[in-house]
């Protein structure tokens, strides 16, 4: 599990060299405000008495994209997301609460859009980062997980400044076997099997503003 991680985080490091090598040589450059919900998740865990459903609450989320063009309508991008959750789970009598969670998402991708030179292009995008669920509420660990995500969109160029971003996407986290998900305490945690566990969505609108063409 260590080996996997270090070579994860290796893999980020590389991008956030190469986001930044990118910046100094993009042909566009766009940055883009954004709002919108996101779903809640499901993770099923081992416990002592067997197994139980951690549930994270959908909810608003806000955040933002920087967006460096490469050409042929190619974009290296950094997003940040957070969003404002509750996390309970299931219960002799129902849903029990745990604490409140901030959930925040920060993510490198690619995106490419389909009609470059057209007003209203659908774009899609892979991206890889990390996911950092943090406790705001009682004495919890906060945890870091990889994920992946896919989307896709519509981008809208109102003015040679302006624009519109609507966009969909697929967040889904990695955990390892006999990885732990920080909500014990004391020290106290709950196993999870290996795979993608937890999957949210998100739907958001945001402003595009062309700061370089």
């Known amino acids: 599990m260590t080996n996997k991680c270090s070579s994860l985080y290796k893999g980020l490091l590389m991008a956030v060299l190469t986001f930044t090598g990118i ?4 042909q566009t450059i766009e940055l883009t405000p954004f709002l919108g919900y996101e779903t809640g998740a499901s993770i ?7 197994y139980t459903d951690l549930k994270i609450a959908d909810g608003m989320n806000y955040g933002g994209a920087i967006n460096l063009g490469v050409g042929g309508g190619r974009y290296a991008e950094f997003s940040y997301n957070h969003m404002g959750s509750e996390l309970s789970r299931d219960g002799v009598s129902g849903n029990e609460y745990i604490c409140d969670l901030a959930v925040d998402y920060y993510s490198f991708g690619m995106l490419q859009e389909l009609k470059p030179e057209a007003k209203a292009t659908p774009f899609g995008m892979f991206a890889l980062g990390w996911v950092n669920y943090r406790p705001t509420t009682g004495d919890y660990v906060s945890e870091n997980k990889m994920h992946v995500s896919l989307a896709g969109g519509l981008k809208i160029r109102a003015s040679e400044r302006v624009g519109i971003r609507l966009q969909a996407r697929l967040l889904m986290p990695l955990y390892y076997s006999g990885a732990y998900f920080g909500v014990g305490t004391g020290g106290a945690g709950f196993s999870v099997g290996g795979g993608i ?7 958001t609108g945001g402003l595009v503003l062309f700061l370089k063409k």
Request: no cysteine.
């Open 23 to 26: 910046m100094g040589n993009a």
């Open 44 to 50: 099923t865990i081992g416990t002592v008495d067997g």
């Open 197 to 203: 566990h937890g999957v949210q969505g998100d739907f």
